[in-house]
C-alpha cells in the first residue's frame, strides 16, 4: 500500500479543491459565467488551479512509482519530506499568482521543478540499475 503517495494525494487534492472554489467564488464575485472575461483576477485564479494540476499529475505518478519501487526507511522518509516540499510549494506558487506576488511564484516553482526533477533522476537511476 502506498502510504506516502496516499497523503501527498489527499494533500494536493485538497489543494486543487481550494483552488476550484475559488475559482467559482470569483466567478460569482466578479459575475463571469464562462471564460476569464478579459479579467485579470479571474484569469490569475483559473491559472493558478491549472497550474496545480498540471504539475500535481506528473509529480504523484513519479512519486507513486518511487513508492513502489523503493522499500528502505530511508527512502520512505526522503519521499515523505518531498511530498511534503511539493506541497508546500504548490501553495507557495499558487498564493503568488492569485496575490501578485511575483518572488513567492518563483520560488514555488523553482522548488516545485527542483522536486520533480529530483524524483525523475531518482527514477532514471532505478530504471537504469535493475537493467
Not at 518511487?66 to 522499500?71: A, D, I, Q, R, V
Not at 518531498?82 to 503568488?96: D, N, Q, T
Amino acid at each position: 500500500m502506498p502510504a506516502v503517495t496516499s497523503l501527498i494525494t489527499a494533500l494536493l487534492l485538497l489543494h486543487i479543491i481550494l483552488l476550484s472554489a475559488f475559482v467559482s467564488y470569483r466567478r460569482i464575485t466578479l459575475q463571469i459565467s464562462f471564460g476569464d472575461g478579459d479579467n485579470r483576477d479571474m484569469m490569475r485564479a483559473i491559472r493558478a488551479h491549472a497550474n496545480a494540476l498540471e504539475h500535481a499529475v506528473p509529480f504523484l505518478l513519479l512519486f507513486l512509482l518511487l513508492e513502489g519501487m523503493t522499500s528502505s526507511p530511508e527512502a520512505a522518509e526522503w519521499l515523505r519530506w518531498i511530498g511534503g516540499g511539493f506541497v508546500a510549494s504548490r501553495v507557495l506558487h499558487s498564493l503568488g499568482v492569485i496575490n501578485r506576488m511575483h518572488r513567492v511564484r518563483q520560488i514555488g516553482a523553482t522548488v516545485s521543478l527542483l522536486l520533480e526533477l529530483g524524483l525523475a533522476i531518482w527514477l532514471l537511476e532505478i530504471g537504469l540499475g535493475c537493467c
